[in-house]
């Protein structure tokens, strides 16, 4: 009997040792984009200090897969273990944002505009301004303020539950869907409908009640410039909900339909996103959680028990 506790808690240390397709993920990107910035160093002031933080990033995360395979039992460690690629991607995400440039070199905004033109007959956030009121703006802005309860509230759920691997599951979709935006904003940066075309908005500015000004102040001082396309506010979300969908089962993906379908339009409608950054991030959430579909056997949170 003994011996049957020393073998399985070897198993159980192997098993916390083993690299998971989450950390394949995370570290990968921290690779990708310590070698663009390199490449491109010039487009980025002190460019050798966010190699020191990619690197940093990077040592912190072989340190936690450690730390748990030492300690396989400690409870909190194993849920940081899981979670952690959602704890670093707003450092991941503010850390992107001075490098947008190190491939292209310049704003892709032009693309993006004739895009536009030719799906809608112009460009559909200036189409919009004539639905423009305070109250539809307050709405707007709460659907696209939502999208920090998708990122929070269902990992939360699970930890709660202690739905370790369900966590998974949700984790490395809503992970493979982000850091794929974030590559994204290398390969094709972008300012935004806000800034192009300048001074054909009206109203200039979109006006609401509490919400409106309070994500106006959070996008003025901590959203990165560059960082649309494809839009991770979509992928994040439409990520959770495919996932919820394989964790909770089709009813729970029916009552977040609606809101995500507002969150999507929402992200056109703040003048933040143009249609393709909107597009692209739903396709990449239903890429994300196909790959995690497929993968499906290294990811201990499997969609086996799931109503369909």
């Known amino acids: 009997m003994y011996d049957a506790a020393r073998s399985a808690a070897r198993e159980r240390r192997a098993q916390a040792r083993a690299y998971r397709p989450v950390d394949v993920i995370v570290l990968v990107y921290l690779a990708v984009v310590a ?72 704003y892709r905004d032009a693309g993006m505009n004739a895009f536009d033109a030719a799906l809608w007959g112009g460009q559909l956030s200036r189409w919009l301004d004539g639905l423009v009121s305070r109250p539809l703006t307050e709405l707007m802005y709460a659907a696209y303020m939502s999208y920090y309860l998708y990122i929070v509230v269902p990992p939360l759920l699970l930890i709660l539950r202690r739905r370790q691997a369900a966590l998974e599951r949700l984790v490395t979709t809503v992970a493979a869907a982000v850091y794929t935006c974030y590559l994204g904003f290398l390969i094709l940066p972008v300012l935004g409908p806000r800034h192009s075309p300048a001074g054909q908005l009206h109203p200039p500015e979109l006006t609401g009640y509490v919400l409106a000004p309070a994500q106006q102040w959070l996008m003025a001082h901590a959203d990165p410039v560059g960082t649309c396309f494809p839009s991770a506010h979509v992928a994040g979300a439409w990520a959770v909900v495919l996932a919820a969908r394989r964790i909770w089962g089709r009813t729970v993906f029916r009552r977040l339909l609606l809101p995500t379908i507002l969150l999507t339009v929402s992200v056109v409608y703040t003048r933040y996103h143009y ?28 969609s086996a028990g799931a109503p369909r």
């Open 275 to 302: 249609t393709a950054d909107a597009a692209a991030g739903l396709a990449v959430a239903l890429a994300a959680d196909a790959l995690v579909s497929r993968t499906g056997r290294r990811v201990s949170g499997g």
């Open 35 to 106: 070698v663009l910035v390199t490449a491109g160093h010039d487009q980025v002031e002190r460019w050798w200090a966010y190699l020191l933080a990619y690197a940093a990033m990077a040592s912190a995360v072989l340190a936690l897969i450690t730390a748990q395979a030492r300690r396989p039992d400690v409870a909190a460690l194993a849920v940081l273990r899981t979670a952690y690629p959602i704890v670093l991607a707003p450092l991941a995400y503010t850390l992107v944002g001075p490098t947008v440039l190190v491939v292209r070199g310049g």
